[in-house]
């Protein structure tokens, strides 16, 4: 869906010791996953620093050095990497062009009193899409947030999780919603909010299906 709308995605192998299962340091040491390779507000302080890299380097990467457009740029984040992803954005310089914020369920909790709180509003344009739990937590922050209705926490993790043919976990088939058009309606309303960069209109807020609801 987001390809498909213009979006290039880039995903970002951290070194804070949080990559599953390693990743590779720049001076080609291998990490492999270690929760205490740093204090957790190291590790956190680490991952928004290397997206603000990655946010620097990738635009070269896709031809931008050659007189080429790629856009604007927007961070992301799922669960710990909702946190990492709302520090580098607040923290980014003024000359980086990062446009706006898409989280799903975003685990606030780990901001070590270095992030604003749940249900804050952010500088940038930010659309948040929480589960079925997280959605009875009142987790809530950006612009909009928008509850994927039936969805669980590792529904956002992959998309064959979404795909044809499979349930999502803990309902029955009669009242699961079909997870093709969930992901569809999902995709179609995160290219939306890229597009107009307005959380707040009607083509974020999804189809009339009411999977996607406010």
Same mark, same amino acid.
């Given at each position: ?9 880039? *995903? ?5 010791? @949080? =990559?599953? +299962?390693? @990743?590779? =340091? ?13 204090? #957790? ?12 890299? =990655? ?20 961070? /992301? ?15 980014? +310089?003024? #000359?980086?062009?990062? #446009? ?8 606030? /909790? ?5 992030? +604003? ?7 940038? +344009?930010?659309? @948040? ?6 959605? !009875? ?7 909009? @947030?928008?509850?994927?209705? /039936?969805?669980?926490? #590792? ?13 999502? =976990? ?5 009242? *699961? ?22 959380? !707040? ?14």
């Amino acid at each position: 869906g987001g390809a498909g709308g213009g979006a290039v995605v880039a *995903a970002v192998e951290h070194t804070d010791g @949080t =990559a599953s +299962p390693y @990743t590779v =340091a720049p001076d080609g040491t291998e990490l492999g996953f270690s929760a205490y390779f740093m204090t #957790e507000r190291q590790q956190l302080s680490r991952r928004a620093s290397e997206l603000l890299d =990655a946010a620097e380097h990738v635009p070269s990467l896709l031809g931008a050095s050659k007189g080429g457009d790629i856009g604007d740029i927007l961070l /992301g984040g799922h669960g710990y990497g909702a946190p990492a992803a709302v520090m580098a954005a607040n923290g980014a +310089p003024a #000359e980086c062009k990062i #446009e706006g914020l898409i989280l799903h369920d975003p685990t606030l /909790g780990i901001g070590y009193g270095m992030l +604003p709180p749940n249900g804050a509003e952010n500088r940038l +344009p930010c659309v @948040t899409y929480v589960s079925d739990r997280y959605h !009875k937590r009142r987790v809530r922050y950006g612009s909009r @947030t928008l509850h994927v209705k /039936g969805s669980k926490h #590792e529904s956002f993790l992959d998309a064959p999780l979404w795909t044809p043919g499979r349930r999502l =976990a803990g309902l029955s088939p009669l009242s *699961a919603p079909d997870p093709a058009q969930v992901h569809e309606e999902l995709a179609d309303s995160m290219v939306a909010f890229l597009r107009t960069r307005n959380a !707040k209109s009607a083509e974020v807020g999804g189809q009339s299906s009411g999977l996607l609801q406010d």
